[in-house]
C-alpha cells in the first residue's frame, strides 16, 4: 500500500476544514433563530408581548407599531391558545444574513403553519425578527383543530 504524500493529505486536510466550517456557519445561524423562536413562544405563552416585540428588528417595528402588535398577539392568544409544541415544515439559510423557518405548530384550539423570517445585518446584535406569518387561512398547510375537536372530510358527488 502507498503513502499518501504530505501535500495531498494537507489539501484533503484543508477542503474538510472549509466544508466542516461552512456546515458549522450555516448550522450555528440556523440554531441561534430557532433559540430565538423557542423564546418568542415562552414569551408568547407567558404574555410577554412587550419583550417579544423588542427583539424584533428595526423594520419589523417600522412595519407594526407595538400597540398593534399587542393587539395581534392577544387576538392570537383568543383564536389558538397557548402554545404546544412545533416542528421544522422547511428552513432556509442566506450566507447567515437571513435565515426562514416554517414550522408546523400546535397550539391548545388549532394547529397551523407558522414562518418566522430573520435578519442579521451584521451590526453584532444577531439576528433580529424581521417576519412572522401565521397562516390562519391554511395556505402553506390546512389549518386543523386540536385535541378533542372533531374533523369531518365530506366529498362531493358531482354527478
Known amino acids: 500500500m502507498k ?3 504530505p501535500v495531498l493529505k494537507y489539501v484533503m486536510l484543508t477542503i474538510l476544514c472549509l ?3 461552512g456546515c458549522d456557519s450555516k448550522g450555528s445561524s440556523m440554531d441561534e433563530v430557532q433559540e430565538k423562536i423557542d423564546i418568542f413562544q415562552n414569551q408568547y405563552n407567558n404574555h410577554d408581548f412587550k419583550e417579544m416585540y423588542n427583539q424584533t428588528s428595526d423594520g419589523f417595528k417600522k412595519a407594526m407599531s407595538e400597540d398593534k402588535f399587542n393587539l395581534i398577539m392577544q387576538d392570537k392568544i383568543e383564536s389558538l391558545g397557548l402554545y ?3 416542528k421544522v415544515l422547511y428552513s432556509l439559510s442566506n450566507d447567515d444574513a437571513y435565515v426562514k423557518i416554517t414550522y408546523i405548530s400546535e397550539y391548545e384550539k388549532y394547529t397551523l403553519a407558522e414562518e418566522f423570517g ?4 451584521g451590526d453584532g446584535n444577531g439576528f433580529k425578527m424581521l417576519s412572522f406569518l401565521v397562516d390562519m387561512g391554511g395556505y402553506i398547510s390546512p389549518v386543523t383543530k386540536t385535541k ?3 374533523r369531518l372530510d365530506v366529498g362531493v358527488n358531482s354527478n
Do not use: M, R
Open 3 to 5: 503513502n499518501t504524500s
Open 19 to 21: 466544508v466542516l466550517s
Open 84 to 86: 404546544k409544541k412545533s
Open 118 to 121: 430573520y435578519q442579521n445585518k
Open 148 to 150: 378533542d375537536s372533531l
